[in-house]
């Protein structure tokens, strides 16, 4: 996609407040047409620049009141299985509900998982039966949040 000029990263902004913003409402703010606005948006998702549009969840709100974040190392070599372990821990971390967020890393640990579940219960359960049972993984450590002092699903603009 070609370069983004300040018209594309003001709406992009309005939609990353709000994505049910109208493209009347848009127009408004960037002083364009709706349909200028409509084309424009048209243009960033075809181009990959807007990737989806969701409704974000408080996990609060359904039951999830605890968030971990895991560091986990893996095994360099595992020879009961076909794949490498980081293929198979990848594929098997797509299937696990509680993780919302896997990064690989660079540095000591290979993985950070950002975990949400109801309580201590259902932690202990996630990674006792399974992160610990996974044939690639080692190690791993974790981090309660205690406080969230900052979450947002905003990109930079």
């Given at each position: 996609?070609?370069?983004?000029?300040?018209?594309?990263?003001?709406?992009?902004?309005?939609?990353?407040?709000?994505?049910?913003?109208?493209?009347?409402?848009?127009?408004?703010?960037?002083?364009?047409?709706?349909?200028?606005?409509?084309?424009?948006?048209?243009?960033?998702?075809?181009?990959?620049?807007?990737?989806?549009?969701?409704?974000?969840?408080?996990?609060?709100?359904?039951?999830?009141?605890?968030?971990?974040?895991?560091?986990?190392?893996?095994?360099?070599?595992?020879?009961?299985?076909?794949?490498?372990?980081?293929?198979?821990?990848?594929?098997?971390?797509?299937?696990?509900?509680?993780?919302?967020?896997?990064?690989?890393?660079?540095?000591?640990?290979?993985?950070?998982?950002?975990?949400?579940?109801?309580?201590?219960?259902?932690?202990?359960?996630?990674?006792?039966?399974?992160?610990?049972?996974?044939?690639?993984?080692?190690?791993?450590?974790t981090s309660f949040v205690l406080d969230r002092v900052k979450a947002t699903t905003a990109v930079p603009l």
């Open positions: 996609m070609e370069t983004l000029d300040k018209l594309d990263r003001l709406i992009l902004s309005s939609l990353q407040a709000n994505g049910r913003t109208t493209y009347e409402q848009i127009a408004e703010m960037v002083s364009l047409s709706p349909s200028a606005v409509l084309r424009r948006v048209k243009r960033l998702e075809s181009g990959g620049v807007i990737d989806r549009y969701v409704a974000l969840v408080k996990p609060e709100a359904v039951g999830l009141t605890l968030m971990a974040h895991i560091n986990v190392r893996l095994e360099k070599h595992t020879e009961s299985h076909k794949l490498p372990p980081r293929d198979l821990f990848r594929a098997s971390v797509q299937t696990w509900p509680e993780v919302v967020e896997c990064d690989a890393l660079s540095g000591e640990m290979d993985y950070f998982l950002r975990v949400l579940v109801r309580d201590m219960g259902a932690y202990s359960h996630f990674v006792m039966d399974t992160l610990l049972k996974h044939p690639s993984v080692q190690d791993c450590k």
